[in-house]
């Protein structure tokens, strides 16, 4: 009877450590819920998608027993799970770059609309909409991450699992590109 007992005790502790991971991971999740939508909105995928995404990681947090050993490394996970169920999206539908000209032009129409901008700013907002549209992907997603999600060239590797010093130098050519772009269309950066 009291091994019985004991294995129940045991079957219990475990449930209730597993439980325990679980539920901070999830509170990790919700507590950055807002940073993981930016993500997924400045990786191009609009609000039903977006929406699936966020329940696919947080089905996958749920069923993460995996240990963090900082909130920060929960974080980490987070954002990796975020941006690989997005990519993941983006290789289903092959819409990557429809997506992202998208939100640049709803982002663009929402700026022209709420505030009384001169059509100069709105041409300039579309040149600038046109030229991120002419780069690669592999440029073209460290901008968004950098510019639109506020991350910095190491969260970027990070995220993209990448080296650093790749990252920034895609950054680099990204900005040169888009530089040349907008001084050839008359527009100083």
């Known amino acids: 009877m009291n091994e019985i007992s004991a294995e129940i005790g045991l079957e ?3 449930d209730t450590c597993v439980e325990a991971i679980d539920l901070n991971l999830v509170e990790i999740f919700m507590a950055q819920q807002n940073r993981l939508k930016r993500i997924v909105g400045g990786l191009g995928l609009n609000t039903a998608d977006s929406e699936d995404v966020l329940q696919n990681v947080s089905i996958k947090a749920m069923q993460n027993t995996a ?3 900082t909130k920060q490394d929960g974080v980490k996970w987070l954002v990796k799970v975020t941006v690989n169920e997005c990519m993941a999206e983006h290789r289903r539908r092959k819409s990557f770059r429809k997506n992202a000209n998208e939100i640049l ?3 663009s129409q929402i700026q022209t609309s709420s505030s ?3 059509v100069i700013a709105a041409e300039e907002l579309e040149i600038v909409r046109q030229s991120l549209k002419k780069l ?5 997603g460290p901008i968004v991450l ?3 999600c506020d991350m910095n060239s190491n969260e970027i590797s990070e995220v993209l699992e990448q080296n650093p010093s790749t990252i920034r130098g895609r950054l ?5 590109i888009l530089a040349k772009t907008l001084l050839e ?3 100083e950066p």
């Open 185 to 187: 269309r008359g527009i």
């Open 136 to 140: 690669d992907e592999d440029l073209l």
């Open 172 to 176: 680099r050519d990204a900005r040169m």
């Open 67 to 69: 240990k963090f050993e």
């Open 146 to 148: 950098r510019y639109f």
């Open 12 to 14: 219990f502790e475990y």
């Open 116 to 118: 009384d901008k001169s």
């Open 105 to 107: 032009e709803r982002k």
